[in-house]
C-alpha cells in the first residue's frame, strides 16, 4: 500500500504563494494517478487537481484554475502543487491521495490512499 505525507502548508496572506509537497512510498508510484484534494471546516472534502501516471492528462477545478499547478517527479515519487494568488477562500486542509486505477477521479472515492493533510491558511 502506498503511503503519502503532505508538507509545506501555513499561513499566507491573500496574494501569496504556498508550495505543497507530498512524498510517497511504493515501487510503482510513476504508474498511479495522483491528485490533491482540500477540505474546508463545515465542508466536503472536494477536488483541487490531479494527474495521471503519465502525466499525459491534469486537470484543475474551475475555483484554481490560472493559479494552482500540479506536478510530479517521478524519480523522488513526489508530487507538488504550486498555489498562487491564493485567497481566503483557498483555506482549507489540503490532502494528497493515490488512485490505483485507470484514469483521473474527481471524488474522494475513487483513491485507494491518503496522507494526513496540511493546513492552507490565507488571510485577507
Known amino acids: 500500500q502506498v503511503q503519502l505525507v503532505e508538507s509545506g502548508g501555513g499561513l499566507v496572506q491573500a496574494g501569496g504563494s504556498l508550495r505543497l509537497s507530498c512524498a510517497a512510498s511504493?515501487?510503482?508510484?510513476?504508474?498511479?494517478?495522483m491528485a490533491w484534494f482540500r477540505q474546508a471546516p463545515g465542508k466536503a472534502r472536494e477536488f483541487v487537481a490531479g494527474l495521471t501516471g503519465s502525466g499525459g492528462f491534469i486537470d484543475y477545478a474551475d475555483s484554481v484554475k490560472g493559479r494552482f499547478t500540479i506536478s510530479r517527479d517521478n524519480t523522488k515519487n513526489a508530487v507538488y502543487l504550486q498555489m498562487n494568488s491564493l485567497k481566503p477562500e483557498d483555506t482549507a486542509v489540503y490532502y494528497c491521495?493515490?488512485?490505483?486505477?485507470?484514469?483521473?477521479?474527481?471524488?474522494?472515492?475513487?483513491?485507494?490512499?491518503w496522507g494526513q493533510g496540511t493546513q492552507v491558511t490565507v488571510s485577507s
Open positions: 491521495a493515490v488512485r490505483v486505477g485507470y484514469g483521473l477521479a474527481y471524488v474522494s472515492a475513487g483513491y485507494n490512499s
Open positions: 511504493g515501487r510503482i508510484f510513476s504508474s498511479y494517478t
